[in-house]
């Protein structure tokens, strides 16, 4: 089975810049659509941005499109979440996720196999 582990959370102010990482194991990462979703207290999960197997493809949400980048380095089983400009709504523990069916679009947490254990980003103001 593939295990997921995030890292790179941490306090930032607002404005500032995080990069998280997301260390793969187990089956192939190349084979795998990787998703970012984040979760805040008492919120539902929502879907941060997802890029393909190859990494030619990305989709950011709007929330955070033109302030967050998802990249991929499948020589080393790792994906990124680079994080600019942090708000404090940005505030949330973030999840990588991966797929391996990858017949949906990449946006719902339902798609997805498997799931790193999360790591904290927290944004002052």
């Known amino acids: 089975q593939v295990q997921l582990v995030e890292s790179g959370g941490g306090l930032v102010q607002a404005g500032g810049s995080l990069r998280l990482s997301c260390a793969a194991s187990?089956?192939?990462?190349?084979?795998?659509?990787m998703g970012w979703f984040r979760q805040a207290p008492e919120k539902e999960r929502e879907f941060v941005a997802v890029?393909?197997?190859?990494?030619?493809?990305?989709y950011i949400a709007d929330s955070v499109k033109g302030r967050f980048t998802i990249s991929r380095d499948n020589a080393k089983n790792t994906v990124y979440l680079q994080m600019n400009s942090l708000k404090p709504e940005d505030t949330a523990v973030y999840y990588c996720?991966?797929?391996?069916?990858?017949?949906?679009?990449?946006?719902?947490?339902?798609?997805?196999?498997?799931w790193g254990q999360g790591t904290q980003v927290t944004v002052s103001s």
């Open positions: 187990g089956r192939t990462f190349s084979y795998y659509t």
């Open positions: 890029i393909t197997r190859s990494g030619g493809a990305t």
């Open positions: 996720a991966a797929d391996l069916k990858t017949v949906g679009w990449g946006t719902r947490a339902t798609e997805y196999d498997y």
